[in-house]
């Protein structure tokens, strides 16, 4: 039998936008020691926007400026942006992720027509593929273009310095040469520095998880404080960091919102997905924040100890 207390605690949660789905999340709750956290769509807005585009052709003329004409050296890199752009634009709008939104809104705001792709392919937390006027067209991590043979050190200045601000760099290949970085920055959510401080006052250890760059990951938890970070985790991969603390001992919370993170939330001894987030992610998990609001947890914790001081 369900007790009177579970089901009050479900009702008080419900009221504060924590949908609890089972009981045993409730339960575990005020047990958890470690929570783990998808960058992503959990600590951000998930929203990212086109910050910057960096052109291989636009880099070797700031290096030598054209002294005598400033002004078309300004015009002609920024035709150079927009064809980057264009291209990329075409193999991302076949995409689902929220990187490929950035880069194909901000394509429709420059008034660009977005050309067509063939040949299209997407391995998951790696990039994408795809033929765009006769030209093969690739977009991802360094990893990712380095596996296809493409060299990006040309670029490794710009891509640090730009990771450093916290923005998630894409690398771009055409034809098998270095064509590009385009800069996507993702707003902090503006409730998550308060969770996250309120979570590690009650003295639980964050963990941030993702697939982006390390050092872009590193200058996010830089500003939320957070001092333990898996980065460039393949999407196959993240429920395993959530197994291995588990199996240190750490009862282990898990927060996320898309279709990589679903493994790692089942695999949690509490999953709580953002309401926000993906189908996949909700059903994977026992609670749902609504609105993707991470200060649920601090509510959901302390639905726990209540619940569980009233069932003792
Ligand atoms: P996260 O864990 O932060 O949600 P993902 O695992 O989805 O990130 O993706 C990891 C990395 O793979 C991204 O930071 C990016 O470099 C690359 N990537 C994934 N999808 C795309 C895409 N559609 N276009 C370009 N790069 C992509
Ligand atoms: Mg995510």
């Known amino acids: 039998a369900t007790p009177m207390s579970i089901m009050v605690g479900v009702g008080r949660g419900a009221k504060m936008g924590v949908l609890i789905k089972n009981a045993e999340a409730l339960e575990r709750m005020e047990k958890v020691d470690t929570l783990v956290v998808d960058k992503t769509g959990t600590l951000t807005e998930g929203r990212p926007s086109l910050t910057r585009i960096i052109t291989v052709g636009s880099t070797e003329r700031t290096a030598a400026p054209l002294a005598d004409d400033r002004a078309t050296v300004t015009e002609r890199t920024g035709a150079a942006e927009d064809e980057l752009l264009r291209l990329a634009a075409g193999v991302e709008r076949a995409s689902e992720h929220p990187l490929a939104a950035a880069i194909t809104a901000a394509a429709h705001e420059r008034g660009i027509t977005i050309p067509d792709v063939a040949d299209f392919d997407s ?134 919102d898309g279709v990589n993170d679903a493994p790692a939330l089942a695999a949690a001894d509490v999953g709580l997905a953002m309401g926000s987030g993906t189908d996949v992610a909700i059903e994977s998990a026992g609670i749902t924040l609504l609105g993707g609001d991470l200060v649920g947890i601090v509510h959901a914790r302390r639905l726990s100890q209540k619940t569980m001081r009233n069932i003792r």
């Open 123 to 256: 391995p998951a937390g790696r990039g994408v593929t795809g033929t765009v006027e006769g030209h093969q067209v690739a977009l991802g991590n360094v990893d990712f273009l380095a596996s296809l043979g493409t060299d990006m050190r040309t670029l490794d200045t710009q891509a640090d310095q730009l990771r450093g601000e916290g923005a998630t760099v894409i690398h771009m290949s055409i034809d098998g040469h270095a064509a590009g970085l385009f800069a996507i920055a993702d707003p902090i959510k503006a409730t998550t520095a308060d969770a996250l401080a309120a979570l590690a006052a009650d003295g639980i250890q964050i963990v941030m998880l993702t697939g982006d760059n390390l050092a872009t990951a590193q200058a996010v938890a830089k500003r939320l404080g957070i001092d333990r970070v898996e980065a460039q985790v393949l999407p196959e991969h993240k429920s395993d960091i959530v197994k291995a603390l588990r199996r240190e001992g750490k009862v282990v919370a898990m927060a996320g």
